[in-house]
Each structure stands twice: as C-alpha cells, then as structure tokens.
C-alpha cells in the first residue's frame, strides 16, 4: 500500500477494518490505483433523466453490461449504479471492479421545484451484490433537505456498521436557490461541508462557478479575500471546505462539452487539489473507444499531477 493511501485512510479514525479495507479497495484499484486519485463512473442518469435521454446517443448503454465493461476496460477506480443496473451484471463481473450501490434516486417525470429522493435500495442489498459502499443523494436547499439528512444519518450508520463506504452526492437545489445558486461557490462549499458534518468518506459536488449567492456569505468572501477567480482556486476552496481537506471530494462531469473543456476542468480539479472525478454522460453517450480514450486522457492527467505531488513530497 502506497503511502498516500495510508494518508488517506488515517483521516478515517473512528471506521472500522471493514470500511477501511473497503475505501482502501477503491483507492488502489484501476489504473489510479496507489495515487490517492480516483475516476468513478457513475451510470444513474437513466432513472435520473429518462432513457432516451441517456441513452440514444449510444445505443449499446441502454444495457447494463456495457457498463461494467467500460469501466473494467478504462480501469476506472469503481462503478457506481442503481439496484437494478447492478443486479443485471454484479455476477457476470463479480471481483473485477469495485461496486456503488447508489441507494437513492430521483426522477424527472414530474417537474417539482423542491426535488426530494426515493429510497431505492439498502445497505443488504449493496453487501448481497459485493459492494465497496453505498452511494446517497442530498438536495441542500430544497425543501426536503431535512428528511434527506436524516435519512442518510440512518443508512451510514449501518453501512458502516457493516464495513461499507459511504459516498454522498451533495447537490444544492431547490426553490430556495436561484439557478446560478446551485453551483456558487459558497453554495457549494457549504453542501460539501454539510456532507462532511453527515459522515461521508467521499463526497461529490458539482463544479462551483464564482458567483455568490448569499449576501452574508458574500461580506465574508470579500472581507477574507478567499482567492477564487479561477477553478483551480475554487476547486481549492472546496476541498478546504471539507474539515480542511481531510476528506475526499470528487467533482462531477455534469453534460457533454467539448473535450478541450472538460480536460481543461480536470486540470483544474487537479491543480485545485481535489481528488478526482465523476464522469458519466461525457463518457457513455460517445463510442466505447472514444470513451476509452477519453477516460485514459482524464486518468493521465490525475497520475501526472500525483507523480509530481508524490516527487516535490519526497525531495522536502
């Protein structure tokens, strides 16, 4: 075990060998595997957004296997999907990949202005299909934040009871945020550190802007001068943000873009300090060869930015 994932789950004091064993499966899997980077990828999208709108773009995601054989072949860190994506070819590909079971999920059927989860699946259905952890979604910001909270206190309190990582998707939302809200950057750093205060090993937020959203966070941002014109520095902010960067905080991909783009956020994310990415949409709804490379491009950037870390580290 490389001496950044000691690092790394030393941050984790009060888990048990089950966990950390677990979290230590993801961080040394794939071809990131050793350098305290990860790239997950994420398959919830089609009970997310429906899918036609998942899916079309390539018709071979509409089945699950694709997606096991994407990851495995990318030699991405884990995959993380829903009960039934899962179940459809968690024994096909059993122990050739870490498993997420996201255990929650939301659907776009209806338009609701303050968006709530369903509880989708459990912690024995996620130890029943080998997983490393349990993948759980929270809205801060709508109205049913509250419930969401609770409910995620109760089912990371048996993951962990059970050995199982928790990874929460902290995505403000809600009527009481404006659009250009949802991915502030105080808006964000606050989601991320409410999901710290909830108990998650990882968590996954958006990538903030610079806009501001709340008036009394903005006198604070001005009065301090928290550096965050670039991404680099925001994405920095973030990960302080959570209990000052002893937790993992990984950045979602959000819709297709450019490749020149999003390569260029991941280099952000890298320069920023943060620990890796999310990537769905950008990767599964292109060619698998074109996803492959893609993702191996994603991958280089991250092992680069560690090998320099783990170089400047070793010279001090």
């Not at 990318?74 to 870490?98: D, H, K, M, S, V």
């Not at 709508?142 to 990371?156: E, K, P, T, V």
């Amino acid at each position: 075990m490389t001496a950044r994932v000691k690092e790394i789950l030393n941050w984790y004091g009060s888990d048990n060998p089950g966990t950390l064993t677990n979290l230590a499966r993801l961080l040394n899997h794939g071809k990131l595997g050793g350098t305290g980077k990860l790239v997950i990828l994420p398959v919830d999208q089609g009970f997310e957004h429906g899918p036609a709108r998942s899916f079309a773009a390539n018709p071979p995601a509409y089945h699950p296997h694709y997606h096991f054989e994407l990851a495995i072949a990318a030699g991405c860190n884990a995959y993380a999907a829903p009960l039934g994506f899962l179940e459809a070819g968690a024994r096909e590909f059993a122990g050739q990949i870490p498993l997420i079971l996201k255990v929650n999920d939301h659907d776009v059927l209806v338009d609701d202005p303050d968006p709530d989860q369903a509880l989708t699946g459990s912690v024995r259905d996620a130890l029943r299909l080998g997983c490393v952890g349990i993948g759980f979604t929270i809205y801060p910001g709508s109205a049913h934040r509250l419930d969401m909270y609770g409910q995620i206190r109760a089912y990371a309190e048996a993951a962990k009871q059970h050995g199982l990582a928790v990874i929460i998707w902290s995505y403000p939302r809600g009527s009481s945020l404006s659009k250009a809200g949802e991915t502030a950057i105080d808006i964000t750093a606050y989601a991320a550190h409410i999901a710290a205060q909830l108990g998650a090993h990882i968590i996954k937020v958006k990538l903030p802007s610079n806009y501001i959203e709340q008036e009394a966070a903005k006198k604070v941002y001005e009065q301090q001068h928290v550096p965050i014109d670039t991404l680099a520095e925001r994405v920095k902010h973030i990960v302080q943000c959570t209990f000052g960067g002893n937790r993992i905080v990984i950045f979602s991909g959000g819709a297709i873009e450019s490749d020149e783009m999003l390569l260029d956020e991941i280099r952000a994310i890298a320069q920023g300090g943060g620990f890796g990415s999310i990537i769905g949409r950008n990767s599964f709804q292109r060619s698998k060869a074109d996803a492959l490379q893609l993702l191996h491009s994603i991958m280089e950037i991250y092992g680069n930015t560690a090998e320099s870390i783990s170089t400047t580290s070793n010279s001090e």
